[in-house]
């Protein structure tokens, strides 16, 4: 598993497009993206990351090879902001599956 993380301050007018591009891009994700979340902080409005989970890092690098794994990059560029790229590597891993 293999998470990336893009990270960005976006005005108060920005924030529609963001939340609404980031909708619009979900419907159609590249092949080895497991999860993503946009998420921004409680505190500061205007901060804001995007949190992929991947497969692997080589489907990132695919995905990233193709265009593909550029896409949120380009959502931030839509929102006003140069967005910064981190990228981890997962140690260890707990999941909840909730039963009912």
């Not at 999860?35 to 921004?40: E, P, T």
């Not at 409005?45 to 265009?67: M, T």
Request: include cysteine.
């Amino acid at each position: 598993m293999y998470i990336t993380t893009l990270h960005g301050h976006v005005s108060k007018e920005n924030r529609r497009t963001l939340e609404e591009s980031f909708a619009k891009k979900a419907k159609h994700p590249p092949e080895g993206l497991m999860q993503s979340f946009l998420v921004h902080n409680k505190t500061d409005k205007s901060d804001w990351q995007i949190i992929s989970v991947w497969r692997s890092e080589e489907a990132y690098l695919e995905a990233k090879a193709s265009g593909l794994a550029d896409t949120c990059d380009t959502l931030f560029f839509e929102a006003g902001t140069k967005p910064e790229r981190r990228h981890y590597d997962v140690a260890e891993r707990f999941l909840r599956v909730a039963s009912e």
